[in-house]
């Protein structure tokens, strides 16, 4: 009877250990995860930035384009077109 008391707390210390054990790992993996969703959330925030720093300000983000009177082909307002340049 004593001898399965012993097997039985030493089971139990066991069991114990190994749930600690596993979470930490998970604890670690759980840490890794959301450590690389900050860091490419931070990378994500600062391209914003230097794209809107880029862009000077009163800047509309979407460009008008006008079909070429020689050509045909869509370009920028205030650009000309390849066709014209040659
Ligand atoms: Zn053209």
Redesign the pocket.
């Known amino acids: 009877m004593s001898l399965l008391k012993l097997l039985l707390t030493i089971g139990l210390i066991y069991a114990v250990w190994f749930a600690f054990k596993n979470r930490t790992r998970i604890a670690a993996a759980h840490k890794t995860v959301v450590d690389d969703k900050a860091r490419e959330a931070a990378q994500a925030r600062t391209q914003a930035a230097a794209e809107a720093a880029a862009r000077p300000p009163g800047m509309p983000v979407a460009q008008d384009l006008l079909p ?1 009177p ?2 045909g ?1 869509y370009i920028a307002v205030g650009t000309t ?4 340049k040659a």
């Open positions: 070429c020689k050509c082909a077109c390849s066709c014209q």
